[in-house]
């Protein structure tokens, strides 16, 4: 098993694969914080989900790339939070949720709601 389940979500060309992606089948973009404690328990548990689907889990780490957050905030007409989930299905998003709802459980069943 890989030591980061995540796709890296850092440049526009992985914004643009993403929303790519997203045409074949549903994936999940995760906005982490690596200075706040509630993206962390976030984190653990969006690692938990990516290592047990086959579907693409993104993670932008907005300190490093928030400029990109913005731009995805903006594209999608979602409100920036972190941390985060964002289910995209057709480059459209399906779902999304921030605080203490990023959860395996709560992403889960929108993953499944999506396909």
Same mark, same amino acid.
């Given at each position: 098993?890989?030591?980061?389940?995540?796709?890296?979500?850092?440049?526009?060309?992985?914004?643009?694969?993403?929303?790519?992606?997203?045409?074949?089948?549903?994936?999940?973009?995760?906005?982490?914080?690596?200075?706040?404690?509630?993206?962390?328990?976030? /984190?653990?548990?969006?690692? =938990? +989900?990516?290592?047990?689907?086959?579907? @693409?889990?993104?993670?932008?780490?907005? !300190?490093?790339?928030?400029?990109?957050? /913005?731009?995805?905030?903006? =594209? +999608?007409?979602?409100?920036?939070?972190? @941390?985060?989930?964002?289910?995209?299905? !057709?480059?459209?998003?399906?779902?999304?949720?921030?605080?203490?709802?990023?959860?395996?459980?709560?992403?889960?069943?929108?993953?499944?709601?999506?396909?």
């Amino acid at each position: 098993m890989p030591d980061d389940p995540f796709q890296p979500l850092s440049s526009t060309a992985d914004w643009t694969d993403a929303r790519s992606r997203s045409e074949e089948q549903p994936v999940l973009l995760f906005k982490h914080s690596s200075a706040c404690p509630v993206s962390g328990s976030a /984190d653990q548990e969006m690692q =938990t +989900l990516a290592e047990e689907t086959n579907l @693409p889990v993104y993670k932008l780490v907005v !300190q490093r790339s928030r400029a990109l957050s /913005d731009e995805i905030a903006e =594209t +999608l007409g979602v409100r920036h939070e972190t @941390p985060q989930a964002i289910v995209l299905d !057709q480059k459209e998003p399906v779902f999304d949720t921030s605080h203490f709802d990023v959860t395996a459980d709560t992403v889960r069943e929108a993953l499944r709601a999506a396909q």
